[in-house]
T-cell receptor, first 114, second 115 residues
Framework: GENVEQHPSTLSVQEGDSAVIKCTYSDSASNYFPWYKQELGKGPQLIID?????GEKKDQRIAVTLNKTAKHFSLHITETQPEDSAVYFCAAGGGGGSNYKLTFGKGTLLTVNP | GAGVSQTPSNKVTEKGKYVELRCDPI?????LYWYRQSLGQGPEFLIY????????DSGLPNDRFFAVRPEGSVSTLKIQRTERGDSAVYLCASSLNAGGRETQYFGPGTRLLVL
């Protein structure tokens, strides 16, 4: 089955700096890569997703890049703000016979220091 | 519009007891998913419904876990003879249609603690 590795596990940045979180996946058939933000005590909230027919997608301060050859994708947050502090999860889906199933990374705790 | 809702938000039970966790998906969403999230981990797939039927229950850890969705909307996850290792956050998600590239929207989760 699919395996998703996520790095780093923790990331601390100063307000206004950029943050980058990287993920790799194992199933070359995967073709859907969402990113979720989870605040303490809440469920994961989708912040951006990318499908394998594009290499990059941007939404205001957030961007995701996908390299299908290398089987890795990254989340980029620019001009970070304290409210960006949360745990971020990458996930991969759409692959193999169970194409509806999302496989998640272990998460990155992002702390944005004012 | 209303998102995915889950009740109860917290559940404390004793080892050996039976619990039911409820999920109300977004109205009109045909696909429903249950995931389990242990402390410090990402969500792990448990079961997937397309309409009323469980299309894939391969993620359920053992036969103490069962889920239903009798009318194709609300779903209930049932855990028999709970064990301390069942303590986790149980997340429900729904998507408009089935398929691997559909966006899954998550509820707030039910935090289950088995004493």
């Amino acid at each position: 089955g699919e395996n998703v590795e996520q790095h780093p596990s923790t990331l601390s940045v100063q307000e206004g700096d950029s943050a980058v979180i990287k993920c790799t996946y194992s199933d070359s058939a995967s073709n859907y890569f969402p990113w979720y933000k989870q605040e303490l005590g809440k469920g994961p909230q989708l912040i951006i997703d990318i499908r394998s027919n594009v290499g990059e997608k941007k939404d205001q301060r957030i961007a995701v890049t996908l390299n299908k050859t290398a089987k890795h994708f990254s989340l980029h947050i620019t001009e970070t703000q304290p409210e960006d502090s949360a745990v971020y999860f990458c996930a991969a889906g759409g692959g193999g016979g169970s194409n509806y199933k999302l496989t998640f990374g272990k998460g990155t705790l992002l702390t944005v220091n004012p | 519009g209303a998102g995915v809702s889950q009740t109860p938000s917290n559940k404390v039970t004793e080892k050996g007891k039976y619990v039911e966790l409820r999920c109300d998906p977004i109205s009109g969403h045909t696909a429903l998913y249950w995931y389990r999230q242990s402390l410090g981990q990402g969500p792990e797939f448990l079961i997937y419904f397309q309409g009323t039927g469980a299309a894939d229950d391969s993620g359920l850890p053992n036969d103490r876990f069962f889920a239903v969705r009798p009318e194709g909307s609300v779903s209930t996850l049932k855990i028999q003879r709970t064990e301390r290792g069942d303590s986790a956050v149980y997340l429900c998600a729904s998507s408009l249609n089935a398929g691997g590239r559909e966006t899954q929207y998550f509820g707030p989760g039910t935090r289950l603690l088995v004493l």
